[in-house]
Nanobody, 114 residues
Framework: VQLVESGGASVQAGGSLRLSCLAS????????MAWFRQAPGKEREAVAG???????SYSDSVKGRFTTSQDNAKNTLYLQMNSLKPEDTGTYYC??????????WGQGTQVTVS
């Protein structure tokens, strides 16, 4: 599975961005998709995830501000980010978990909040 993220940009605190992740195959065949991020000098952390049954989960740091959704017709995963804070700065990665436990990563898209 190839994953291509887009939508990263530089924004001011309080602003919004929507990230997209286009998968090279039907997202219906993917067990779980998720967003991770990595800030400079920090470990990569999970931000949001969505199961094949539609169940979503968020890290405490983004709960109430970020929303993830999936459009199976477009093979695309989204991350709507509102009320952005400087601590949201980092590279955001899309992840696909398959039923055989293989995990695929996108190349990342940069989000900078100042």
């Amino acid at each position: 599975v190839q994953l291509v993220e887009s939508g990263g940009a530089s924004v001011q605190a309080g602003g919004s961005l929507r990230l997209s992740c286009l998968a090279s195959r039907s997202t219906v065949s993917i067990s779980r998709m998720a967003w991770f991020r990595q800030a400079p000098g920090k470990e990569r952390e999970a931000v949001a995830g969505i199961e094949s049954d539609g169940k979503v989960s968020y890290s405490d740091s983004v709960k109430g501000r970020f929303t993830t959704s999936q459009d199976n017709a477009k093979n695309t995963l989204y991350l709507q980010m509102n009320s952005l804070k400087p601590e949201d700065t980092g590279t955001y990665y899309c992840v696909a978990d398959m039923s055989d436990d293989r995990r695929y990563w996108g190349q990342g898209t940069q989000v900078t909040v100042s």
